[in-house]
């Protein structure tokens, strides 16, 4: 049994839609206009001016900087998926398979940033003469990991018709569909152990750090991580109820996924937006805190 996926963009339609076609088009339409009008000249905004970020330890920094530029890579793809959506995919097979290489590796390094960020934050309070301090390598092997695992989104890519229609689809047999869906459940579930962890022990110190009494830090980089996983653990359950599906041979589960991965997948794209809101909110607060502070 064949199972082709879609992604975030794949209800494509051609030409003058009718009511209910063309409700399923403006919605994905409109929310991927949105994302990409607040999120990329945010995101862009977060890497230049790095809001109240002279608190933050420059491993910090620099891991924030690099969440950033996996949001922007993340979102420079929404054109090109708002496209889709509205036309047939006439932008052929190397701008498809490039595309969704984009959307994958900027999503699994968003993942490994949130994670060293949770690992760093535990260090840095528990064992801070074992801190990371060799960024650079560590940013490198952070890509590096991300692209390896986005290589079966490169792979598996294609230019597909369906009902007079061209889509840009990952396509994949029950069993490679399988193997795909568990491989991003136990990456996406390790990380949050690890990023859970992290932040348990590091609770069980928190009365002893003096890295806390300026709560900025804390409170940023928590709400970062929390907010990621809020959107991330869906589209991983999701995925945990396909696997079952596949298995099961259980044909409306199946045929759940291209409409259940454009709404769960498209999660990733709001959180990506989000973020430099965040940034831009703990800059204020932080400051005004600050003259809160410089007029009692």
Not at 96 to 101: E, I, L, S, Y
Not at 262 to 282: D, K, V
């Amino acid at each position: 049994m064949d199972l082709t996926s879609a992604n975030f963009t794949n209800s494509s339609t051609a030409g003058p839609p009718s009511s209910v076609s063309g409700l399923r088009t403006l919605v994905p339409v409109g929310l991927m206009s949105l994302c990409f009008l607040v999120g990329f000249p945010g995101n862009i905004a977060v890497l230049i001016l790095r809001p109240n970020w002279q608190k933050l330890s420059r491993l910090t920094q620099w891991l924030m900087m690099n969440l950033a530029l996996s949001d922007l890579l993340c979102l420079i793809t929404l054109p090109i998926w708002i496209y889709a959506v509205l036309y047939n995919w006439t932008l052929g097979v190397t701008i498809c398979k490039m595309a969704g290489f984009v959307v994958h590796c900027s999503i699994s390094s968003s993942v490994l940033t949130i994670t060293a960020l949770s690992v760093q934050r535990y260090m840095q309070v528990v064992h801070p003469q074992r801190c990371i301090r060799f960024k650079m390598r560590l940013l490198i092997l952070l890509w590096l990991i991300s692209m390896v695992l986005s290589i079966q989104a490169l792979m598996s890519r294609q230019i597909i018709k369906d009902h007079h229609q061209m889509s840009c689809f990952t396509k994949y047999n029950s069993t490679q569909h399988v193997a795909m869906l568990l491989t991003e459940c136990f990456f996406g579930f390790s990380s949050f152990i690890i990023t859970a962890c992290a932040y348990i022990f590091l609770h069980k110190k928190l009365n002893q750090a003096v890295f806390f009494n300026n709560p900025f830090t804390f409170k940023l980089v928590t709400t970062i991580i929390v907010t990621f996983f809020v959107f991330s653990m869906p589209y991983l359950v999701f995925n945990l109820v396909m696997v079952g599906g596949v298995l099961s041979n259980n044909l409306k589960i199946v045929a759940f996924y291209p409409t259940g991965l454009n709404f769960f997948g498209g999660l990733t794209f709001i959180n990506s937006s989000i973020n430099p809101l965040l940034y831009a909110f703990s800059a204020w607060h932080g400051l005004r805190s600050t003259q809160d502070n410089n007029t009692s």
